[in-house]
């Protein structure tokens, strides 16, 4: 589920840095890497099931390696806003989110993947934290970079970007004010799918509830404005952020049938004129 969200990533990422991708080759094969290792972790859901004590050796081990490619994409990503052009628009503000949000599940998922950790955690908040900061933190930040992306291009009018980067910012902030705490609640042994609690957990529980109201804020938010730029936003031109992709080759919205002529690519994905970079 996130394998889209992360190609939508180094489309924001290359659009506002206005650089060509680091090591692209690296970041392709890296994609294939987690869709191939990601189909042999199943079983770091059943180490206390009492399933074999080898095979919670190998899913173990699995769930360990699917952090190497995870981490070449962060680490290249990174590379590629490094002495880039940036231009701190609300897409690439969700694109850092996700970064951010990204790593933090990524590496409590090595804590998971600890057979001795996991017995302790297993089945509490800290699950819960875990798997929403990379389905929902992660995964959702980016789709939500990518409507604020090609917004323009489908409906040609553009939204108050004021408003874009307060949405993306108030997001980024519930959703930690949401979910970070429960990894402590889970740490000390908080169940999940319980609606009781004990009383020295009174004060995650209401950071954890007042963080879901901002974020539930911050989600609404996009609904107002986006709806409101179909009718009095700016007319987008064919390309307003100087990405490079194809489609921002033709006007916005797109015409019928896109293209009049099948284009011809001369460069490879990602890649931005010398010329263009060095302004």
């Given amino acids: 589920m996130v394998l889209p969200a992360l190609g939508v990533m180094s489309e924001l990422i290359t659009a506002f840095s206005h650089k060509r991708i680091f090591g692209y080759a690296f970041v392709a094969f890296s994609s294939i890497a987690i869709a191939v290792l990601s189909f042999m972790v199943w079983g770091h859901h059943m180490f206390v099931s009492g399933q074999s004590m080898y095979a919670g050796f190998v899913f173990s081990f699995l769930s360990y390696a699917v952090a190497v490619p995870s981490a070449i994409k962060v680490y290249n990503w990174t590379a590629t806003l490094y002495k880039g052009r940036i231009e701190l628009k609300a ?9 951010g949000l990204f790593v933090a599940g990524g590496t409590t998922g090595l804590i998971l993947a600890a057979l001795a950790v996991d017995v302790h955690v297993h089945d509490t908040y ?3 934290a875990h798997f929403h900061y990379i389905m929902v933190g992660g995964t959702v930040s980016a789709y939500m970079g990518a409507l604020h992306f ?11 970007e004021f408003w874009g980067r307060i949405a993306a910012l108030t997001v980024f902030l519930g959703f930690n004010l949401t979910f970070f705490p429960q990894f402590i609640l889970g740490y000390l042994g908080m169940p999940r799918r319980y609606h009781d609690y004990p009383p020295e957990f009174q004060f995650f529980h209401v950071l954890s509830s007042a963080g879901a109201l901002i974020l539930a804020f911050g989600y609404l938010l996009p609904l107002f404005y ?38 011809t690519v001369e460069h490879e994905a990602y890649t931005y ?7």
């Fill in 273 to 279: 004129p010398v010329a263009y970079e060095d302004k």
């Fill in 126 to 128: 800290f699950v819960v």
């Fill in 150 to 160: 090609w917004w323009p291009k489908i409906f040609g009018r553009m939204y108050s």
């Fill in 226 to 263: 986006l709806t409101w730029s179909l009718r009095h936003g700016a007319r987008a031109g064919a390309n307003p952020w100087g990405a490079a992709g194809l489609e921002w080759t033709v006007s916005s919205p797109p015409p019928k049938h896109n293209f009049k002529e099948i284009p």
């Fill in 91 to 99: 897409p690439l503000l969700y694109a850092l989110g996700f970064i």
